[in-house]
């Protein structure tokens, strides 16, 4: 969490650090950003710095004990609600104002961390907003949400916004590799989404290196003007294709593969995302003209609007290889 957030989020930890520092920090904060950002772990390292017994720079030590209890979730003055199946319910806020009434249990400072913030019934939302206007004792509140929308103005009116950035596609890959991804699949995932739970969430798929390599086949035999690419769609990838969500991967997996050559043909090797394939795509580019790659791109980003429209999927895939293979002759 620390070393991670410190790089990720720099700009907001060092703004918090200085904040704490200067004695500043305010009564509730809304801190926004798409999933994977890093909100729990900016709202646990501000709490780590408000509560650290050897703070390094103005930043946790991550050794003592406050720090390791925060980390773990067992520290009396650091308390943190999620949502209840699919909302948080005014019992859990109501259990938080209780909290909030009464003195910090080994500091004068309590801090409050609610995650998913934007589930919070109406009944709960009211409960808060209450607090949050008139706010007892020395209590920070975090709020997090990737749905600022969904949440009342009258709450994002009493509490100072901060939204994160979205992690840039190489420290995606870094933190994927950290996870134990190789760098090609990490490579793919982070084409895929920017957050981290969702790159993990779409490598647990079933089937899914599976598909990565019947796609990366059928490229490969496309680019070589192959007609065993049409055989491929029912052989190889209706397969491992079972559901809506994993059509939709499949397509998008299809537009990286021919984004791949154009970028290889416009000499952008560093941005390729299936870069074992390098070797044959410089070759290829070699022989294809620049109307070519265009063509093939501009038929693959058609796929999705044809997907939605209930066209068979099979049908999509076969006839989509038979004008690939078409433009590539």
């Known amino acids: 969490m620390e070393a991670k957030i410190e790089q990720t989020q720099k700009l907001l930890t060092s703004h918090f650090s200085k904040l704490i520092k200067e004695n500043m920090l305010a009564h509730a904060y809304l801190l926004s950003g798409p999933a994977g950002t890093g909100k729990t772990a900016l709202a646990l390292w501000i709490a780590q710095v408000v509560f650290c017994r050897n703070p390094q720079d103005s930043k946790p030590c991550q050794q003592c004990d406050e720090c390791l209890r925060i980390k773990d979730g067992n520290h009396p003055d650091v308390v943190v609600v999620e949502p209840e199946g699919m909302s948080i319910k005014v019992d859990q806020i109501r259990y938080l104002k209780s909290e909030f009434s009464k003195s910090g249990v080994e500091s004068r400072q309590k801090i409050f961390i609610i995650k998913g913030a934007h589930k919070m019934t109406m009944s709960a939302a009211n409960s808060l907003l209450k607090f949050l206007e008139e706010p007892a004792g020395q209590v920070t509140a975090f709020l997090l949400t990737d749905e600022p929308n969904k949440l009342l103005p009258t709450i994002i009116s009493r509490c100072q916004l901060f939204e994160l950035s979205e992690l840039t596609k190489n420290q995606l890959v870094a933190q ?6 190789s760098t090609k699949i990490g490579n793919v995932l982070a ?4 957050s981290v739970n969702e790159a993990t969430a779409i490598s647990e798929k079933e089937n899914f290196e599976k598909l990565l390599s019947v796609l990366e086949s059928w490229s490969n035999k496309v680019i070589a003007k192959d007609d065993i690419a049409f055989v491929f769609i029912q052989s190889r990838l209706l397969p491992l294709v079972k559901t809506k ?3 939709e991967l499949v397509v998008k997996l299809v537009i990286l593969l021919m984004r791949d050559l154009m970028l290889v043909k416009f000499d952008e090797q560093n941005e390729v995302i299936f870069n074992t394939n390098l070797k044959l795509y410089q070759e290829k580019m070699l ?3 620049t109307r070519q ?3 093939a791109l501009e038929l693959c980003l058609g796929i999705p609007k044809k997907v939605e429209r209930n066209i068979s999927f099979q049908n999509v895939m076969e006839t989509t290889t038979l004008r690939l293979l078409d433009i590539f002759s």
């Open 176 to 181: 994927l590799v950290e996870k134990g991804f």
């Open 245 to 247: 969500e994993e059509q």
């Open 287 to 289: 022989i294809f003209t």
């Open 191 to 194: 084409a895929l989404t920017s």
């Open 293 to 295: 790659v265009v063509d």
